[in-house]
């Protein structure tokens, strides 16, 4: 099923990405220059960027799906090595860049680049499950 298949993708990764920002939610506050309230939490409660999230991530498993099926790739070693390339090769530098021209800290680059990568790669490695 190749729904399926990418729901099952985006969820993996935007999971993945819950984790990645639980984990690093301090240093990615203060590089992104998020308020934080005296719980230490984000100031605000909007669903908006999770939802936006969610949509971005059925997006992008749905295109390297295409890009997959259409360049051969074929098992789990070729899918993490994919999605590897996409997040590091083809995201990151995007971020690099508008981050950059933003003024944005070389610390929220890393962070969010990372996510860009693993993510990617999760979502190729999941992708090429089933």
């Known amino acids: 099923m190749e729904l399926l298949n990418v729901l099952v993708a985006a969820v993996a990764s ?18 992104a220059g998020v308020k934080a ?13 999770y939802i936006i999230a969610f949509i971005s991530a059925l997006v992008v498993a749905g295109m390297m799906r295409h890009v997959f099926a259409l360049s051969g790739i ?12 996409i997040g590091l090769f083809l995201a990151s530098p995007w971020l690099a860049t508008c981050y950059s021209f933003g003024g944005r800290p070389f610390r929220l680059t890393m962070i969010d680049a990372g996510y860009a990568t693993f993510g990617s790669a999760i979502m190729g490695t999941v992708l090429m499950l089933f």
């Open 14 to 31: 935007y999971a993945f990405g819950a984790a990645w920002y639980m984990t690093l939610a301090k240093p990615w506050m203060e590089a």
């Open 37 to 49: 309230g005296p719980d230490g939490k984000p100031e605000g409660n909007s669903p908006t960027p």
């Open 74 to 85: 074929d098992t789990i070693a070729k899918g993490l090595v994919a999605g590897l390339g």
